[in-house]
Structures are given as C-alpha cells and as structure tokens.
C-alpha cells in the first residue's frame, strides 16, 4: 500500500455512467461539473477540491474501467506484497491506449488516495464487478462503498451488500440525487472512521461545514429582511392623463402593475441570492408553480399567508403604531391590542386579496399653484407650473404596498419554503429533474401556523408597522429593535427546517 497524503484525498470509482461525477458535484458543492446520461463522458482523472477554511478534502473524478478483466488479470500476476501495485501498473501501461481509463483510475491511488467505489444497487452484479473490487483491494488503499439506486428500486441492494461488506472496509447509503447536508456529514464522518490518520482534518473540515451552513441560515433570514423592508418602502407614480374618474382609476391600475412588477423583481432577487447562498451558480430546476408563479396569483394567495385573524390582529397592530396610539416595548414584545381588533374585524377580509395589497393615494400635484407673493408691498400672484408631462389639473397616482395586508407574510412563506428546496436540491442533479413540493405538514403556510397574539405574529406586526411610519415619527433604535427580533425569529424557523 503506498503512503497516505497529508491531505485527505479519495478516488471515485465505480462503473461508467454510474453517477460517479454526481456524486462528486453533491460533495464539493459544484454545479459546474459535466453530467451526462451518455456512458463515458468522463475520460480523464480530474481533481476536485472541497475547501472548508482552513481544510481542504481532494475528490478526484475518475472514468469507469475499460479492461476490467486483463487489468485483473495482470494484479493476479503479481505478488500480493507489492507496495504500490497501482503504481507499478502505471509504469508499465501508462502509455498504452487499452488501458488509458484504468490509468486515470490508478493516478491519485498510487499516491495513496482512499477509494470510494459507487454502485447502483438497481443494477446486476456481474463479474467485471467482482473484478474490479479484488483490483482495488490489491492495491492496498482504504476503501469506502457507497450505494444508491438511480432507478429507485434497489432490487439488488442486499447482494451489493453482502459483496462490499466482503471487500471493503466500511459502506454507506448515499444517494446523490437526494442528499440533505446532514447525509453529506454522516457520509464525511463514516470515511473520518475508517481512515484514522485523517481523522482529525476530517473532523476539522466538519466543524467548518457546519458552521457554513449556520451562516447560510443567518444569511437567509437577513436576505429575507431585506426583501421585506424593500416591499414596504418601494413607492411607485403613474400620471393621470385626464382630469375625470375613468383617467383618475386608470392612472391608478397602471400604478398598482407597475408595484406589482416592482415587487416581483424584488422577489426574484432574493432567489438569486439565496441560490448564491447555497452555491448554486444557475436556475437548471423545474419548480412547482406554486413557490415560483405569480406572486399575485389566487392560488399562491390561497394557499400562503396570514389566516383572517391573524391579519386582524396584525392590522391592529400596525394601525396603532403608526398612529402613535401604541409603541413597542423594545424586546419586550407587549402590545395593547384588545380595543384595536373590534374595529378592524370587518376589513379583516379585504386583506385577504391579492387586488388589496395596495394603498393608491392622488397627492394634488399636478395642479397648478397660485401663490401670492409680495413685492414693494403689493402682492404679486405667482403661477407654479408642475414639471412631468401630465395634464394641468391631472396630478398623480401614487402606489404603496399595504402593511397590513398578507403580501408580507406571503413573501415570507415563499421565502421559507425557496431556501428550504433551494438548500435540499444536490448540485450533482440536472435539467428535466423536477421539484415536487406537497403543500401539507410543514410545507403548508408557515406563518399561518403562528400564533396571532404570539411572538412571531407580534413581531412581524410590529416591524412592518415601525417601517410603515412616517419617517419624521420613527425612532430609530425601536425600528432597530424590532428588526433584530424578527431576524431572530426567521433564523429559529430556519434551523427548523433547513437540515
């Protein structure tokens, strides 16, 4: 056996199209990595490193055997105490072509790489598999099985069992297509067991993993954040091009499209940077509509978001804090609600729509102003023309988004629900490979779940109604206060559901 590398460093194997360089992307994080269905894409061995601070794990990517049995031939020629058998094959056939794979195969285990053979349990085992087990255990290296089933059967799976537990030194379920961060860690610690001299970089590399993934939540719920205190700041302006009601309503339809798109974009990229967050560079995914349609759809209003109560009790909320009539208590979250939520329950409803997201107002701006102005004593009228193509008289339409009504904790849901896929889907899975997301158990709303007169539901109030206020009126170490809370309550449900 050759001498282990100071850097933990393991070799891929297994059959060609096996899912070797799946497995290799779900591990390193990288969605960059050719796959293909075609048998053979991989030709050359290539190293991909894992960097975790100050650790560093090489996987290397190697093609599947091309002469299984000649190569098994030549390791039965050869004496069994052979210090590095792979690099003596190296040597001898490095230079010819009917073994080039099997010498991309054997180049990071002469240099004392461990080996992680892959199988599909939904295939046969054959000889060749035999085959190619015995080469590796001749060689001498530490060897880890890893067993999926890319047809989700696994018909085979207790023969492939009894075969790996004969030849390697340990074995693991792993199924690439499907592996959490928690499976990625069990698998790093299972390898970590076996291979005690890179225990400790191992564990090393661990630690830092998980604390990467600590910072992806807390960077989530600031994301999350930042998207909401955007949607309830973004103003948006239509011209009235006419001085009766119809231009009056249609100025105001154009300004309500317009913050709708606004919002939309909003939207969009905080799932650019929660797919940054978690490293994927491209969208290559089919997602229910449900968590990517139209934000303002009837059916994503159906299902996310506040209940009635809720919203009453939030509407309460917000329209006292902005009134002045209550103030937070910073972390304290104690509000004086009871009398507010009588006189709100009837608009209760209306929050419950998609087409009542939105408070349209018509400041008189585009009229003209007479101002008397003096001049050696006499007063002097001055005529103020407004600047901006409407109509004299016309004025504007002005669009702002509600706090009171459900779009926030809708925004909420799907940003919940974006991340949790989004942190689940494995970088080694592909284009045509759609995302199922069954709208029960904890999949429902989660805000919906919230308790009205609890923390989370009080929070979230309390932060859109301090955001909501005048600027003149808001303090800001309340605004602060309240902002910290919520993010502490989006990172709890965070660590709840990305594992």
Same mark, same amino acid.
């Given at each position: 056996? @050759?001498?282990?590398?100071?850097?933990?460093?393991?070799?891929?194997?297994?059959? +060609?199209?096996?899912?070797?360089?799946?497995?290799?992307?779900?591990?390193?994080?990288?969605?960059?990595?050719?796959?293909?269905?075609?048998?053979?894409?991989?030709?050359?061995?290539?190293?991909? @490193?894992?960097?975790?601070?100050?650790?560093?794990?090489?996987?290397?990517?190697?093609?599947?055997?091309?002469?299984?049995?000649?190569?098994?031939?030549?390791?039965?020629?050869?004496?069994?105490?052979?210090?590095?058998?792979?690099?003596?094959?190296?040597?001898?056939?490095?230079?010819? #072509?009917? *073994?080039?794979?099997?010498? /991309?195969?054997?180049?990071?285990?002469?240099?004392?790489?461990?080996?992680?053979?892959?199988?599909?349990? +939904?295939?046969?085992?054959?000889?060749?598999?035999?085959?190619?087990?015995?080469?590796?255990?001749?060689?001498?290296? #530490?060897?880890?099985?890893?067993?999926?089933?890319?047809?989700?059967?696994?018909?085979?799976?207790?023969?492939?069992? &009894?075969?790996?537990?004969?030849?390697?030194?340990?074995?693991?379920?792993?199924?690439?297509?499907?592996?959490?961060?928690?499976?990625?860690?069990?698998?790093?610690?299972?390898?970590?067991?076996?291979?005690?001299?890179?225990?400790?970089?191992?564990?090393?590399?661990?630690?830092?993993?998980?604390?990467?993934?600590?910072?992806?939540?807390?960077?989530?719920?600031?994301?999350?954040?930042?998207?909401?205190?955007?949607?309830? /700041?973004?103003?948006?302006?239509?011209?009235?091009?006419?001085?009766?009601?119809?231009?009056?309503?249609?100025?105001? /339809? &154009?300004?309500?499209? &317009?913050?709708?798109?606004?919002?939309?974009?909003?939207?969009?990229?905080?799932?650019?940077?929660?797919?940054?967050? *978690?490293?994927? +560079?491209?969208?290559?995914?089919?997602?229910?509509?449900?968590?990517?349609?139209?934000?303002?759809?009837?059916?994503?209003?159906?299902?996310?978001?506040?209940?009635?109560?809720?919203?009453?009790?939030?509407?309460?909320?917000?329209?006292?804090?902005?009134?002045?009539?209550?103030?937070?208590?910073?972390?304290?979250?104690?509000?004086?609600?009871?009398?507010?939520?009588?006189?709100?329950?009837?608009?209760?409803?209306?929050?419950?729509?998609?087409?009542?997201?939105?408070?349209?107002?018509? #400041?008189?701006?585009?009229?003209?102003?007479?101002?008397?102005?003096? %001049?050696?004593?006499?007063?002097? @009228?001055?005529? &103020?023309?407004?600047?901006?193509?409407?109509?004299?008289?016309?004025?504007?339409?002005?669009?702002?988004?509600? #706090?009171?009504?459900?779009?926030?904790?809708?925004?909420?849901?799907?940003?919940?629900?974006?991340?949790?896929?989004?942190?689940?889907?494995?970088?080694?899975?592909?284009?045509? /490979?759609?995302?199922?997301?069954?709208? +029960?158990?904890?999949?429902?709303?989660?805000?919906?779940?919230?308790?009205?007169?609890?923390?989370? %539901?009080?929070?979230?109030?309390? *932060?859109?109604?301090?955001?909501?206020?005048?600027?003149?009126?808001?303090?800001?170490?309340?605004?602060?206060?309240?902002?910290?809370?919520?993010?502490?309550?989006?990172?709890?449900?965070?660590?709840?559901?990305?594992?």
């Amino acid at each position: 056996m @050759p001498n282990l590398p100071a850097t933990p460093t393991f070799a891929i194997v297994g059959r +060609s199209n096996e899912g070797k360089t799946t497995l290799m992307a779900t591990l390193t994080e990288d969605d960059q990595l050719e796959i293909s269905e075609i048998q053979g894409t991989t030709r050359i061995a290539t190293c991909y @490193p894992l960097e975790v601070e100050d650790q560093v794990i090489h996987f290397w990517d190697t093609p599947g055997f091309q002469n299984t049995a000649k190569t098994h031939a030549w390791f039965q020629s050869i004496r069994e105490s052979m210090d590095n058998p792979a690099k003596a094959f190296l040597l001898q056939f490095e230079r010819d #072509p009917e *073994f080039q794979n099997e010498c /991309e195969i054997f180049r990071p285990i002469a240099e004392g790489g461990a080996v992680i053979y892959l199988v599909d349990a +939904s295939n046969r085992v054959r000889t060749m598999d035999r085959q190619q087990l015995d080469i590796l255990r001749r060689c001498g290296n #530490p060897r880890v099985g890893v067993i999926y089933s890319k047809s989700g059967r696994g018909q085979y799976e207790d023969d492939w069992k &009894k075969l790996l537990d004969k030849e390697l030194n340990t074995r693991r379920d792993f199924n690439a297509h499907t592996a959490s961060f928690t499976d990625r860690i069990e698998l790093l610690e299972a390898v970590g067991n076996v291979i005690p001299e890179w225990g400790k970089a191992i564990a090393q590399a661990i630690e830092g993993l998980r604390s990467q993934w600590l910072w992806k939540k807390k960077d989530v719920a600031e994301e999350l954040l930042i998207l909401l205190q955007k949607t309830l /700041e973004v103003e948006v302006t239509e011209i009235i091009q006419g001085e009766d009601r119809d231009a009056k309503e249609q100025a105001a /339809e &154009k300004a309500k499209e &317009k913050l709708r798109q606004k919002i939309r974009e909003l939207e969009l990229d905080f799932q650019k940077r929660v797919r940054k967050l *978690f490293k994927h +560079s491209v969208d290559h995914w089919d997602i229910d509509t449900i968590l990517v349609g139209d934000l303002f759809s009837e059916e994503v209003w159906r299902v996310f978001g506040m209940t009635k109560f809720q919203l009453v009790v939030a509407g309460a909320i917000i329209g006292a804090i902005i009134g002045g009539t209550i103030d937070a208590m910073v972390g304290g979250a104690t509000f004086m609600i009871g009398a507010g939520i009588g006189a709100v329950v009837g608009g209760g409803a209306a929050w419950l729509s998609a087409e009542k997201f939105a408070n349209v107002t018509f #400041p008189d701006f585009g009229k003209p102003l007479i101002n008397k102005k003096k %001049a050696g004593g006499h007063s002097i @009228p001055e005529i &103020k023309i407004p600047i901006g193509g409407g109509k004299l008289g016309g004025g504007q339409a002005r669009a702002k988004v509600k #706090p009171e009504s459900n779009l926030i904790p809708i925004l909420i849901d799907r940003g919940f629900l974006y991340a949790k896929l989004v942190s689940q889907w494995s970088h080694g899975k592909r284009d045509g /490979e759609k995302i199922s997301l069954t709208l +029960s158990g904890e999949n429902r709303s989660l805000v919906a779940q919230w308790n009205a007169k609890g923390k989370e %539901a009080k929070q979230l109030a309390n *932060f859109a109604g301090q955001l909501s206020r005048e600027e003149a009126s808001r303090k800001p170490e309340v605004l602060e206060a309240a902002r910290e809370e919520l993010k502490g309550i989006f990172e709890n449900e965070l660590n709840r559901l990305l594992r």
